[in-house]
């Protein structure tokens, strides 16, 4: 079973940014044995895959729109994988999910960039 929680979402000003924290927890898996991806779900829009994370943090994928100002991390003792997002723009606004294992997703952080 897992459990994801994500924090850290908010409102900003357009160039501002924010640090999301999905925790992890659960029994019968290890968190460092699989990779962990962000999305995010903008109003009227798709659910679009922010990026992800390879299990020992070796690598990180980033969508074209988001590359160069996201930054995707994790922590493997303290189980939590996060989202740094720097110079935030009004079409970032979205709710942001962290997704894992077993198709697990958390409950969602709403992130706003007004201009």
């Known amino acids: 079973q897992v459990k994801l929680v994500e924090s850290g979402g908010g409102s900003v000003q357009s160039g501002e940014s924010l640090k999301l924290s999905c925790a992890a927890s659960?029994?019968?898996?290890?968190?460092?044995?699989?990779?962990m991806n962000w999305y995010r779900r903008a109003p009227g829009q798709e659910r679009e895959l922010v990026g992800y994370i390879y299990d020992t943090a070796s690598t990180t994928q980033y969508a074209d729109s988001v590359k160069g100002r996201f930054t995707i991390s994790r922590d493997n003792v303290k189980n939590e994988v996060y989202l740094q997002m720097d110079d935030l723009k009004p079409e970032d606004t979205a709710v942001y999910y962290c997704?894992?294992?077993?198709?697990?997703w958390g409950q969602g952080a709403q992130v706003c960039v007004s201009s």
């Open positions: 997704a894992g294992p077993f198709e697990t």
């Open positions: 659960g029994s019968g898996w290890r968190f460092d044995w699989y990779a």
